[in-house]
């Protein structure tokens, strides 16, 4: 998150706590239009404190429901 913090301030201009409150929104947005599996795991990596470790997570979560998702559409399984 601070990468993403520090990414927003030096192209925008913005104090870190602004920068702050504008991630908290696009995730707030996102994880509104998104299914409640992912919404979790978008979340969960930007509040979730650190990006490294988080990002792993989250991005393995989200492939995993991905394939899930995309076995039932192709009538296989895990």
Do not use: C
């Not at 919404?39 to 470790?53: E, P, R, Y």
């Amino acid at each position: 998150m601070d990468q993403l913090v520090s990414m927003i301030t030096e192209k925008f201009g913005l104090p870190e706590d602004k920068a702050q409150e504008v991630i908290g929104m696009v995730v707030n947005f996102i994880g509104d239009k998104l299914p409640e599996p992912i919404a979790s795991q978008v979340t969960g990596l930007v509040g979730g404190g650190g990006m490294a470790g988080g990002a792993a997570d989250a991005a393995g979560g989200m492939m995993d429901s991905a394939k899930d998702g995309l076995g039932g559409l192709l009538g296989g399984g895990n």
